[in-house]
């Protein structure tokens, strides 16, 4: 039996969250085409007959301009601590100096592969002279190209992860997915929703709290209060006449009914809290 922790690291939209949900065949990471949509560190669970993988996604590593940047970072520090095998994900079709810059500082003292990602938009060329640079480095251990998005290469890499993992039991016992509560999962696709329905800033002012999850006979009801940092983000929230919080209801409650399997009736409020981002205290409570 093998079993450890693999840990994915990378720059803010590489395709950490896409590649997590390709490895489990299930969304347990929100995505979207702005940076930074993850916050927390989100463990997924693998479990076969001959081997567990306890995988992590993690914020794209950033510098911090907020105590909850410092949150997100301090996230990415406990997933250096504890990994078995490293996955450094990068754009292909990048440049590699800032990601090369990126996984040389983490000094890593685990093996690591090298994913590089986005290959469905690269040409050959690309891809052989790229993966020469990364073979070079001292942190790679081995490289991978695939495309997250499209689930190519992916059955590849896992072969890879599983010949690097430690002998050794499963950490968690039955076939939960994850160690993180469902009001979690919850959260995060309202959030998701957000990020795909509003301007570029908006998503980064806001966070999701859910205030109420009750299993009835028939439904599940849940209210969620999304918190702002200011009266005019609230007013963009709610749009005119409440059009655009309906709308955003009615997308978040269809995610949440497929993830959890039942009918749900969501309520969403929204609620004001100044500069919640950089408040010790409204952190803890949001999850933070």
Not at 137 to 148: F, G, M, N, T
Request: proline share 4%; hydrophobic share 40%; glycine share 6%.
């Amino acid at each position: 039996m093998k079993s450890g922790f693999v840990n994915i690291f990378g720059k803010p939209n590489a395709g950490k969250s896409t590649l997590l949900n390709a490895l489990m065949g299930e969304k347990m990471a929100i995505v979207s085409h702005k940076v930074q949509t993850t916050r927390h560190r989100i463990k997924a669970i693998l479990t076969e007959k001959e081997y567990q993988i306890i995988f992590s996604d993690t914020p794209g590593i950033i510098e911090p301009k907020y105590k909850l940047h410092e949150k997100m970072m301090q996230a990415v520090k406990g997933s250096l601590e504890d990994a078995d095998v490293a996955l450094l994900i990068a754009d292909v079709n990048e440049a590699p100096e800032e990601s090369d810059a990126i996984f040389a500082a983490l000094k890593l003292k685990v093996p690591a592969i090298v994913v590089l990602n986005k290959a469905d938009k690269a040409t050959e060329e690309q891809q052989h002279t790229i993966t020469d640079f990364y073979r070079k480095q001292p942190y790679c251990k081995d490289v991978v190209i695939l495309s997250a998005l499209k689930k190519s290469g992916i059955d590849f890499l896992l072969k890879k992860i599983i010949k690097l993992l430690p002998e050794g039991q499963p950490f968690y016992e039955g076939d939960d997915l994850s160690d993180m509560p469902t009001k979690f999962f919850v959260s995060e696709l309202v959030r998701e929703k957000i990020f795909q329905l509003y301007g570029e800033e908006i998503p980064y002012h806001t966070t999701v709290l859910i205030q109420e999850f009750t299993e009835k006979t028939t439904l599940i009801k849940i209210r969620a209060e999304i918190i702002v940092q200011r009266e005019t983000q609230k007013g963009i929230i709610l749009g005119e006449g409440g059009k655009m919080i309906k709308q955003l209801g009615s997308n978040a409650r269809k995610d949440i009914e497929a993830f959890l399997g039942s009918k749900v009736f969501l309520e969403l409020f929204v609620k004001v809290r100044p500069k919640w981002r950089d408040n010790e205290m409204q952190l803890k409570e949001y999850g933070y």
